[in-house]
């Protein structure tokens, strides 16, 4: 079992910058795969990106080259660093691990990108 707790969210301009974070509860060391995922008002989640504990990621093509997704084993946590925010990346945004048979996700944290 693991708890993941995200943090980092807020209010940007267009074209600023946000670094989310996810912290878990016990070692991530491994986790083979962790992920973020978002959904914004009354569409469904969607995934962003995805991180192996061999460092592969993957993106989503509305956020590749914008978007840097990281891991820090040492201190259990996750990364999703954002750079040239659009109004369109507005969403909860939601880590999640899979782990055995189960779906983690935290409770996710609020990014609005608005002038």
């Known amino acids: 079992q693991v708890q993941l707790v995200e943090s980092g969210g807020g209010l940007v301009q267009p074209g600023g910058s946000l670094r989310l974070s996810c912290a878990a509860s016990?070692?991530?060391?491994?986790?083979?795969?962790m992920g973020w995922y978002r959904q914004a008002p009354g569409n469904q989640r969607e995934w962003v990106a995805t991180?192996?504990?061999?460092?592969?990621?993957n993106y989503a093509d509305s956020v590749k080259g914008r978007f840097t997704i990281s891991r820090d084993n040492a201190k259990n946590t996750m990364y999703l660093q954002m750079n040239s925010l659009k109004p369109e990346d507005t969403a909860v945004y939601y880590c999640?691990?899979?782990?055995?048979?189960?779906?983690?996700w935290g409770q996710g944290t609020q990014v609005t990108v608005s002038s």
């Open positions: 991180i192996t504990a061999g460092g592969s990621t």
């Open positions: 016990r070692s991530i060391f491994s986790i083979n795969v």
């Open positions: 999640h691990a899979p782990v055995g048979f189960y779906n983690y």
